[in-house]
């Protein structure tokens, strides 16, 4: 289908809608938030309205680098892991009949309606000593005695690709069930293995959705605060924590502002590097 | 015994069979199609022949050896689906080095080999573009040169040419089988399409509900169909309603054909005749008499559509021997003993 271009004001009205909701829920909100990280923290109160620079000056210490670090690798972990079990997943998934493709994705859609603290809970359980998987173990005989799997890094990790799994394949499935199962065929006819077909033939054709999924899930992981806190020790605690805690514990808006904005400020640059080496690659 | 052979080949869905017990000898360098309308299990019968489906009984013989149970990645084959399946994220070039990739064949060869066949299928210079840039008939041939990039053992093509437009498909029709004659490869196409079948093949392979109805050269198929289904379906012609008379002769409409008995034993049988071996004469001289309904002049064939005893006969002439007559006129059709053929049902 072709399209006119846009000749007149009415030809724009389609966009009237998106754009205010843009304004109201993403611009204003957002603008306050820089507003007030440049603002002047009044301990008595909330804040007073300045022009300062210290939330930010404040911000650049050795402590708040090591926490920005982490909470970047603990996203692009979580992300990574996601699209490397989601991936082979949904594609075996669209290769089921349809009857088994709907339970999965019922059963994926109800873990959505699971909040993140009763997520952080179950995991807290699953990984106690007292109740935990370890018992399973044990009662196996493959381990001696119960152990406490969590405070930890790998109870951070664990909880957070859960959460994370059923958004990551509900963004993979569109495409790759619409992917030509031919082209997987064809490469076995050329002399490829299944795993070999499925490795180079499906994984780059389907380069770019794997590219979105990954950002997708790396910034949902950025965002996440409370599973930190229930399955980590305070050095796994994320900036998203800290912003958390400053917000509402310390009562300090400002700084609590400033690392908002430097945070998103962060992933946009980083989302923007990952996108240009992308189609940089694409190119060559 | 050098070529493919298919024993008591059969593959089953639940409780239906999509193909029944086929056997089938195809010797060394033969270029076969399988023609059939859909839903005959043709396709079926391919990707048996590639791997892609396990045969539910049966055995696929290539060169002496049982293959039913090699795996497609080792058969060594090269096929062209229907969606032609090019890698989209591949250029040109690396689409048609991909199966030489895969076993690791040196860059120079794969360089060499890929030039050789882009110069085959008369694409030279294109090894850089991705495939996206390419029009259908393009996409075509690097489908075709994909699958013939390592000498395959078999060529097998799944109704390769249905996505070109008509003109387009004959062109590539000619020029498929000119290449597999070069080549010298067994070749096996699947199609619906007759003319194309009669064009490309050296053996039609007619099926029909999951069976092989009749297996010959075309123009023997196109002169001798097995029965009435092979008869109705390469090409246009007219069935009629046969049936002996007390001296064995064949009569169509109570009245005996000139020159053409029975075969012994057969009470009842199919009449086919081509339109292009009807002949209209002056009433009362044929083996029946009709009238013309209808006149469709094409140009270079003239069509003439007889309404006889209910049934509708078509005569097709060239413009050289054009029948003289008009619409709503009375004409005896005459039929030739030698271009009747006297089918089952």
């Known amino acids: 289908m072709r399209r006119e271009p846009p000749r007149n004001l009415a030809d724009y009205a389609p966009l009237a809608f998106p754009a205010l909701m843009l304004t109201v829920f993403f611009v204003v909100p957002f603008s306050i938030m820089i507003a007030v990280s440049f603002f002047r923290r009044d301990p008595a109160g909330f804040y007073t309205p300045d022009f300062v620079v210290d939330n930010y000056a404040r911000f650049l210490s050795v402590f708040f680098g090591g926490v920005l670090g982490f909470s970047l690798v603990l996203a692009v972990l979580v992300a990574a ?180 904005v430097f945070l998103v400020l962060i992933t946009l640059a980083l989302v923007g590097l990952m996108l240009m080496v992308g189609r940089k690659e694409s190119a060559a | 015994m050098s070529g493919l052979s298919l024993k008591d080949v059969t593959k089953r869905f639940g409780d239906f069979k999509a193909v029944d017990t086929v056997n089938l000898d195809v010797p060394h360098g033969t270029f076969v199609c399988l023609l ?168 039609v392979v007619v099926m029909g509900e999951g069976r092989i109805r009749q297996a010959a050269p075309p123009i023997e198929i196109y002169r001798r169909p097995a029965d009435a289904f092979v008869a109705d379906f390469i090409g246009s012609t007219n069935l009629l309603e046969a049936s002996a008379d007390g001296a064995g002769r064949a009569t169509v409409f109570g009245r005996p054909v000139a020159g053409l008995s029975m075969p012994s034993g057969l009470a009842r049988a199919v009449l086919s005749i081509r339109p292009e071996d009807v002949r209209l004469a002056a009433a009362g001289t044929g083996a029946f008499d009709g009238t013309v309904t209808f006149v469709r002049d094409l140009g270079a064939t003239i069509e003439t559509f007889v309404e006889a005893g209910g049934e509708t006969i078509v005569a097709v002439a060239t413009p050289r021997d054009k029948p003289d007559v008009g619409l709503g006129q009375a004409v005896g059709v005459v039929l030739s003993p030698d271009a009747c053929v006297l089918l089952t049902r």
């Open chain 2, 36 to 203: 059939g309308p859909s839903g005959c299990g043709k396709t079926t019968l391919l990707r048996m022949i590639a791997g892609l489906e396990d045969p539910s009984e049966g055995a696929i013989v290539l060169d002496g050896s049982d293959i039913t149970p090699v795996p497609t990645h080792k058969r060594d084959f090269g096929m062209v689906f229907q969606s032609l399946a090019l890698f989209p994220h591949l250029t040109v070039g690396q689409n048609i080095a991909y199966p030489l990739r895969i076993r690791n064949r040196p860059r120079e060869e794969q360089a060499r080999r890929v030039d050789e066949l882009l110069k085959l299928i008369h694409l030279s210079g294109f090894a850089e573009r991705p495939v996206a840039k390419l029009s259908g008939g393009q996409r075509q041939r690097v489908a075709i040169a994909r699958a013939l990039a390592l000498s395959p053992r078999l060529f097998l093509l799944d109704e390769p040419l249905s996505a070109l437009d008509a003109k387009l498909r004959e062109a590539m029709q000619v020029e498929l089988r000119q290449l597999q004659q070069r080549l010298g490869v067994t070749t096996i196409v699947v199609t619906h399409d007759q003319r194309e079948a009669m064009t490309m093949a050296d053996l």
């Open chain 1, 81 to 260: 892991c996601c699209v490397a079990i989601a991936f082979p997943f949904t594609f075996l998934l669209t290769r089921c009949s349809r009857r088994v493709q709907t339970v999965w994705l019922v059963c994926l859609l109800s873990v959505l309606s699971l909040s993140e603290v009763i997520i952080g809970f179950a995991w807290s359980t699953l990984f106690s000593r007292t109740a935990g998987i370890t018992n399973l173990l044990v009662a196996a005989g493959l381990m001696e005695a119960p152990q406490a799997l969590l405070p930890g890094f790998g109870a951070v990790l664990t909880g957070m690709v859960y959460q994370a799994l059923p958004y990551t394949v509900l963004v993979l499935y569109p495409a790759l069930v619409r992917l030509d199962p031919t082209l997987l065929e064809a490469a076995r006819t050329l002399g490829a293995s299944p795993t070999r077909a499925f490795l180079n033939v499906v994984v780059p054709a389907l380069r770019n959705t794997i590219v979105a999924t990954l950002i997708m899930v790396f910034v949902f992981a950025l965002g996440s605060y409370l599973l930190p806190q229930i399955l980590g020790r305070p050095q796994h605690w994320t900036l998203s924590v800290l912003i958390t805690d400053q917000a509402i514990y310390q009562s300090n808006m400002p700084f609590a502002a400033a690392m908002a």
